[in-house]
């Protein structure tokens, strides 16, 4: 951790930065009750789990601790799930293999599981092949929620579109081609919100009417908070401009 730095005798990560495309990034650390770090209020020598709300975590913004991971004390479990990485639609599953408490520095393994696929903090996430179908065909007029490959760079490119504001979106969308891959973003289709329920955070509900729910001026929040944009691009304001 961050409290043990100056005893670091290799190239492990002391916080490693999740990349969700957008700018509300997560940061996981090992939170190691000592020195500068003794007096915590929560959290000693567990896996933090901190998700930024804006600047990519690289400038000033509101931060969330969103777990604790451990196998013991003061904890919220062993894993955590991004339900809706990135917008993709996908899961990142966060979990704890080890804690190494005699060692110095003490050390933590970290196993970050992405759909399907498993992932090191230090490796891509598993690529996909871009779809073929023509956005024409509006039974299949939805948004590419995984990454792919555009000018050797393999991001989640729908994602990327929105990521400077929508006043960006048209020039992106042309500059990278993205219409058959992004056709909602792009403006090839019509831009709806989901209107059935379905599950998330083990709760089934209608959650675009449950961002709408307080008015105007929580849609942001809420959009932020359960990741809604791909499922709620009209609410959340990811339509085309």
Known sequence: GIAEYSNQQSDDPVVVKVETGLTNDFFIGFNRATGVNDQNDEGDDVVTVI???????????????????????????????ISDFGGTGVPLIISLVSINIDSIPVTA???????????????????????????????????????FTVDGKTLFWCSWLWKFGGENVSSRCSKKDLYEDCPVSCGMCSCTDRTDEWEYDGKTKYWCRWARKLGEASF??????????ADCPVTCGRCPP
């Open 51 to 81: 998700q930024v709300n804006g600047n990519n975590g690289s400038g000033y913004s509101q931060s969330y601790l969103r777990a604790k991971l451990g196998f013991s004390g003061d904890i919220t479990g062993s894993s955590y799930t």
């Open 109 to 147: 393994a970290v196993n970050f599981q992405y759909g399907s696929g498993t992932l090191s903090p230090t490796t891509s996430s598993p690529t996909t092949s871009s779809p073929t179908n023509s956005p024409s065909d509006t039974s299949i007029c939805i948004d590419t929620k995984d990454q």
């Open 220 to 229: 942001a929040s809420r959009c932020e908070e359960k990741q809604l944009y």
